[in-house]
């Protein structure tokens, strides 16, 4: 498939490497331009381009921004873009640590639902909820353990395509219901970023409490201070779980 990544950062690199080595051809894209983005390309095996490159005749898109450069898009960046080709959404807010606060997501509003209004077209919850290491280096072939991913969306054959996707480079994908539903997935909830199997981000899903996990996301930082400098991913994951499952 043909595959356009904008956003080279820890998920957007991670997943360009990963489709690259997959067989996918693909383009990727970040602020700097095709300059700015050629040795990240050629390091990774993938074709270099601008932000208009990487969503025209893509069979899939993935949207690898911090939520401030959502707002940064060119203007009108999808209208040529066919309802069919997914767009899928891999930010997080993290207000106060990385972005500044969006009030419409403090007050309620789904993140995914915010990007999808400020790029004018639906998009596709997913690679969100998983660690870069965990993406780069924990994905295996098909069995009731390896790692799951969940993907929200509203358009079934659109979220069909990005499960495969998922399912393609080594993880379990998750449906998990709808675009409104993602904030079941959002930083700090249960089924976040804790290296969950199916059937337990599943349940984490499950046991999701609307407007709890904001409490949770906010202590972070003393949280990972108190880790010290040089955490292993173990220890991430065993601080993730205890903080996120917590009632």
């Not at 960046?77 to 009030?103: C, K, Q, W």
């Not at 660690?131 to 069995?143: D, F, H, I, R």
């Not at 996301?217 to 991430?236: I, Q, W, Y």
């Amino acid at each position: 498939m043909k595959i356009g990544i904008i956003g080279t950062g820890n998920i957007g690199g991670t997943l360009a490497s990963k489709l690259v080595q997959a067989g996918h051809d693909v383009s990727v894209a970040n602020s700097r331009g095709i300059d700015g983005v050629q040795a990240f390309a050629d390091q990774v095996g993938a074709q270099a381009t601008d932000v208009h490159g990487a969503v025209k005749d893509q069979d899939i898109i993935i949207l690898s921004v911090p939520m401030p450069a959502m707002e940064k898009l060119p203007t009108g960046l999808f209208e040529g873009v066919s309802s069919h080709v997914p767009v899928i959404d891999t930010s997080n807010y993290y207000p106060g640590m990385r972005d500044p606060n969006i009030a419409a997501i403090d007050d309620g509003q789904a993140e995914s639902l915010w990007v999808s209004e400020r790029i004018g077209r639906k998009v596709v919850k997913a690679f969100n909820n998983i660690l870069a290491y965990s993406l780069e280096n924990l994905g295996q072939p098909e069995t009731s353990q390896r790692l799951a991913i969940a993907v929200a969306g509203d358009d079934a054959d659109t979220k069909a395509q990005v499960m495969e996707l998922v399912n393609s480079i080594g993880f379990e994908p998750v449906d998990a219901g709808s675009l409104a539903d993602s904030w079941r997935q959002q930083p700090s909830t249960p089924a976040y970023c804790c290296d969950w199997n199916a059937q337990e981000m599943q349940e984490a899903l499950a046991c999701a409490v609307k407007g709890k996990a904001q409490y949770k996301r906010d202590k972070l930082p003393e949280h990972f201070l108190a880790l010290g400098s040089n955490p292993t991913h173990s220890d991430v994951i065993t601080l993730n779980r205890s903080i996120n499952t917590a009632s």
